[in-house]
């Protein structure tokens, strides 16, 4: 499964808002989030029961992740879902302070 999210966001403001939506991530469904470098982290986890298991990179305004397919049935669902969060999380309109972590 491959997502291609555009964002006008500073990379350093990018990367903070992505940081926030890691914990989340983990507080509300026990999604684990893990940066494997500055531009880059590890999701693993289930929402719901559709297996959340892939990569977020942060490069020249665009969040692209590359995860695995969670088949047919639930593959809308979890693009969905992915970019529901991505389009809240780097809402230039939304300030910090009011992006949730639980």
Sequence with gaps: MEIDFPYVLAEDDARSRLEILGKYLQNKHGIKVSWVDPD???FSGKYLVVKIDGELTLRNG???FRGEDPGFLWRGRAKDYI???????LDPKVTVADLPTS
């Design 40 to 42: 880059r982290a590890r």
């Design 62 to 64: 665009r969040a692209q």
């Design 83 to 89: 970019e529901s969060k991505l389009a809240k999380y």
